[in-house]
């Protein structure tokens, strides 16, 4: 009689490979999950900030959306002799660094928008100082927003704050990260404290002295010259070291939960969040970036001019300049135009109250509007003010509205920002917008002329322009600043 064989033992290899496998993926499985929970508990405890109805946050986590990012100078949490906290006052916590990511899940692309610290605004308290004082009024947090939505017309979702301690935190779970010099470089103000041009790898220490370097000094044979370019070219810096910080994350295995558990727990004790920055919209964001390129992020900053007074430092905007620096943070999808998300609507109060002002903010939050109860302003009809860029905002606000309000122009309004000033005719808002027919005339589209650029008139005493000859630039590289001949050697520093 033939031995009957039993399964197990007639099993061959593929189907034991197959076996072995499964287990495999079964406890990788369970090692993520267990992964996941812990940076589900991490996050959870993570400080939160009230923003209040200053934030804009999408509602599906694959929108677009921009995340203020600041960087202040709180020294808590550091060693009593570290030298960042030497002739520190506790308690300031001014905003060091301001910069606006704006992230497009779905196209998989991300935008750094930096705005230099001493950049003179009108702030919510109705001031014109330095921006980063905005942190220094009361609800700090909402002051910031407020000044970067009423001055540059972006919309504000969310709110992340780091302080030095956690940068080092974050900094140290890297291990380091590796930037370029092409000359020796210090800053005696901050400790850094390169000797050795090249390839660098800074520790906490020394990248925390490079990101708030702003009395930058390199190297020329024996002579040290300052860096002329400032708190300017700290941004550049700044810039330059997000992207190798994410590169450096990406090398060390970001993607593998272990990684980036490690990095969410070094932030707990000192990253500040809005309340509305949810752990599961972490998580998701996380994972739809988690094999984005440092290489594809754009990185910008806000023109600016050194503008002293009165011996304190400031830098104006450049608005001719910044208009196309910073449209794309309005976030308007040429192929749909101006929609509601894309429009900050400030309430004044006109013949209404403060309480009416606030309710009618909250209705047209509720349709999609970045509204807010704003400053009090006196005002019988019902009135929707607009800059030279925002009147299709206005108009599309208005087909929001019961009554047909006026519209005037303020060439001091940036983008799609508006100012609804509630008259006495003020009734209440529409659930849809009303076809834009049943508005008068000056809300119908402005029909657009083209024009035609005639070129400028040949002098015939001009000597001949030769096409071959190489291209004469007068401009000077400040120090500090990569050559051309050094940027395969810096694209190769990992």
Not at 415 to 444: A, S, T
Not at 461 to 488: F, H, I, K, M, N
Request: net charge negative; proline share 8%; aromatic share 6%.
């Amino acid at each position: 009689m033939a031995r009957q064989h039993s399964g197990r033992a007639g099993r061959t290899w593929p189907q034991r490979l197959l076996l072995a496998l499964n287990l495999v993926l079964v406890v990788a499985c369970l090692g993520a999950a267990l992964a996941l929970t812990k940076v589900r508990a991490t996050l959870q405890a993570v400080p939160v900030v009230d923003v209040g109805s200053s934030l804009s946050t999408p509602a599906d986590v694959d929108e677009p959306r921009n995340i203020l990012i600041i960087g202040t100078d709180a020294f808590e949490g550091l060693a009593e002799d570290d030298p960042v906290a030497a002739g520190r006052n506790a308690g300031q916590n001014l905003a060091d660094v301001i910069m606006v990511l704006r992230v497009d899940p779905r196209a998989g692309t991300a935008q750094l928008l930096s705005i230099p610290r001493d950049t003179r605004l009108e702030l919510p308290d109705g001031s014109n100082q330095r921006i980063n004082a905005a942190t220094m009024l009361a609800n700090g947090p909402r002051a910031l927003v407020q000044t970067i939505k009423q001055n540059f017309g972006i919309s504000i979702d969310n709110y992340v704050q780091v302080d030095f301690a956690s940068f080092k935190a974050l900094i140290e779970v890297l291990g380091s990260v590796p930037v370029y010099f092409t000359t020796p470089v210090r800053d005696r103000k901050t400790g850094l404290d390169v000797p050795v041009a090249g390839c660098v790898q800074l520790g906490p220490d020394q990248a925390l002295a490079y990101a708030r370097s702003r009395y930058f000094e390199v190297k020329f044979g024996d002579e040290w010259v300052y860096d002329p370019t400032g708190d300017l070219g700290r941004i550049t810096r700044q810039q330059d070291f997000v992207k190798r910080a994410i590169r450096a994350a990406s090398d060390r295995g970001i993607r593998n939960p272990q990684t980036a558990l490690g990095i969410v727990d070094a932030a707990v004790s000192a990253v500040v969040l809005d309340d509305t920055l949810s752990v599961d919209v972490i998580l998701q964001l996380l994972t739809q970036f988690r094999t984005f390129n440092p290489d594809e992020l754009q990185t910008v900053q806000v023109p600016t001019v050194e503008a002293p007074e009165d011996g304190v430092a400031y830098q104006d905007v450049l608005w001719d300049e910044a208009i196309p620096v910073i449209r794309p943070f309005w976030g308007v999808d040429p192929a749909l135009g101006v929609q509601p998300q894309n429009v900050i609507v400030d309430v004044e109060t006109g013949s209404a109250t403060r309480e009416q002002a606030e309710l009618f903010a909250a209705a047209l939050d509720g349709r999609g509007f970045d509204a807010e109860a704003a400053s009090e302003r006196s005002g019988d009809s019902t009135t929707i003010v607009h800059g030279p860029e925002g009147r299709d905002a206005a108009v599309l606000l208005a087909r929001y509205l019961d009554v047909v309000p006026e519209l005037e122009v303020d060439e001091s309004i940036v983008g799609n920002r508006v100012e609804l000033v509630l008259g006495e005719d003020m009734e209440g808002i529409r659930d849809e917008p009303k076809p834009l027919e049943e508005l008068p005339e000056e809300f119908q589209p402005v029909p657009t002329t083209t024009t035609t650029t005639t070129a400028p008139p040949v002098d015939p005493a001009a000597p001949p322009v030769d096409p071959a000859a190489p291209a004469v630039s007068t401009t000077t590289v400040p120090p500090g600043v990569l050559l051309p001949t050094d940027a395969e050697k810096a694209a190769a520093c990992r």
